[in-house]
C-alpha cells in the first residue's frame, strides 16, 4: 500500500473498524501511535533500517503496522516500530495501521512473534523477548486452566520453555540461557551485543551479582581481556560458594 503523506482522516472507516468482527486498513496519524511498553527490539540506524528506509521512500507503506487500541484514545504499535521510524524520517503525517483488538499478554506474544523474523537480531533483544513471551504464556495458560481445563489437553505437561523451543527450533535449554542474560548489567549486556564477550561466558557471567558483574565490565574495559567460559565457570563457582558461607553464618 502507497500511504500518502497528507492523506485526510478516514475516521469514519476507523469506527467502523472497532467491530472486533472486521479488520481491514485505515490511516491513523502518526501521532496517535505509541510504541509498546518495555519493547525489547531496538530501533537502530542500520544497514537493515536505511534499505527499508529506501523501499519505503521509494513505494510507500507496503505493510500496514499492526495496532491495538488503548484506553486513553492512543494505538500501541505491536508490529512496525521501524516502519513508524521511517515515515517520520520521511514527512509522513498518517501510516496505513490494522487495529487489532487482543488482551495484554496476547499483544506481547504477537509483538515478539512478530520481530522474531529480523534479519538480525541481539543477544539482549532475543533474551528479553523469550523472557517476556514466557512470561505471558505462563499467566495465558494459567488462567485457562483454572477456567478452561478440556482446552489445554494438548498443552498437558508441555512447559512454556519448550513450546517457545518448538515455536523457534531452539532447545528449552538454549531458551533458558538466553532468558538468563537478562540478569546481566546492561554494560556486560552491550559488551555482548558488540561482540566482546561470547554468549557461553556471558551467560556464566549473569550467575554473579550485580556488584561482581561490575568489576567484570570494568576489568574488561581496563585490561581489554575477556574471560573464558572457564573462568566465568570458576566465578560463577566461588559466587555460590560464598552465598554458602553466609548462609551458614546467618
Excluded at 527490539?41 to 487500541?69: Q, T, W
Excluded at 527450533?169 to 561482540?195: A, F, H, K, N
Aim: net charge positive; proline share 4%.
Amino acid at each position: 500500500m502507497n500511504c500518502k503523506k497528507n492523506a485526510k482522516s478516514r475516521s469514519d472507516d476507523e469506527h467502523r473498524l472497532f467491530d472486533p468482527a472486521v479488520e481491514k486498513v485505515v490511516e491513523i496519524g502518526l501521532e496517535r501511535l505509541r510504541p509498546f511498553e518495555n519493547h525489547p527490539f531496538k530501533v537502530k540506524e542500520d544497514e537493515a533500517m536505511a534499505r527499508l528506509m529506501e523501499s519505503i521512500e521509494r513505494y510507500g507503506i507496503m505493510n500496514p503496522l499492526i495496532v491495538m487500541p488503548t484506553t486513553e484514545g492512543f494505538y500501541r504499535i505491536i508490529s512496525g516500530h521501524r516502519r513508524k521510524y521511517c515515515a517520520e524520517k520521511l514527512g509522513y503525517t498518517q501510516v496505513p495501521v490494522i487495529i487489532r483488538y487482543m488482551k495484554e499478554d496476547d499483544s506481547i506474544i504477537s509483538m515478539v512473534d512478530s520481530n522474531l523474523h529480523r534479519e538480525k537480531i541481539l543477544f539482549s533483544e532475543k533474551a528479553f523477548a523469550y523472557s517476556m513471551k514466557n512470561e505471558a504464556m505462563k499467566r495465558k495458560t494459567g488462567k485457562r486452566r483454572k477456567t478452561q481445563e478440556g482446552l489445554l489437553e494438548a498443552l498437558k505437561g508441555t512447559k512454556t520453555i519448550d513450546l517457545i523451543g518448538q515455536e523457534t527450533g531452539e532447545s528449552p535449554r538454549q531458551v533458558l540461557r538466553y532468558i538468563r542474560l537478562t540478569s546481566l548489567i546492561p554494560e556486560l549486556l552491550d559488551m555482548l551485543d558488540e561482540g566482546k564477550i561470547s554468549f557461553n561466558p556471558a551467560v556464566e557471567l549473569s550467575f554473579l551479582s550485580i556488584i561482581e558483574q561490575g568489576w567484570v565490565a570494568d576489568s574488561i574495559e581496563y585490561t581489554l581481556s575477556v574471560p573464558s567460559v572457564s573462568q566465568a565457570k570458576r566465578m560463577k563457582a566461588a559466587e555460590s560458594a560464598e552465598d554458602q558461607r553466609n548462609f551458614k553464618r546467618d
